[in-house]
């Protein structure tokens, strides 16, 4: 199972993402569930590259790759930010929607201290 932890700040702001695990949907190569959740990880990862003043830091390893947004931002980087990640947010709970028991997403932190 994929597992993503998605981290928000007191102002509700997605502060760092961490995506761990295989899916096992299928063999490695072949694995859609993997693929997916991949691609939309790695491009919110991009479009923090391409969008910030000033880049995330990221981790990337086979099975694994985590984000961290990096402090101080601006009003319009933030904004842009946060676009980004919950763009990301939403397409990871499409995902887990669509392929219970192959990805599971927690969220942790927030206003409301959240945690599932």
């Known amino acids: 199972m994929v597992t993503v932890k998605i981290y928000r700040n007191r102002d509700d702001y997605i502060v760092k993402f961490q995506v761990s695990g295989h899916a ?3 063999e490695e190569g072949r694995d859609i569930v993997c693929a997916g959740i991949s691609m939309v990880a790695q491009t919110a990862v991009l479009g923090l590259m ?3 003043p000033v880049p995330p830091e990221f981790e990337r390893k ?3 790759l985590s984000c961290e947004m990096p402090s101080g931002l601006g009003p319009e980087a933030q904004e842009k930010a946060q676009v980004i990640l919950t763009t990301m947010e939403a397409g990871l709970l499409s995902l887990e ?3 219970p028991g192959y990805v599971k997403v927690i ?3 927030g206003v409301n201290g959240v945690q599932d």
């Open 97 to 99: 929607a669509g392929y």
């Open 107 to 109: 969220r942790q932190g």
């Open 50 to 52: 391409n969008h910030l």
């Open 62 to 64: 086979k099975g694994h």
């Open 24 to 26: 096992a949907f299928d």
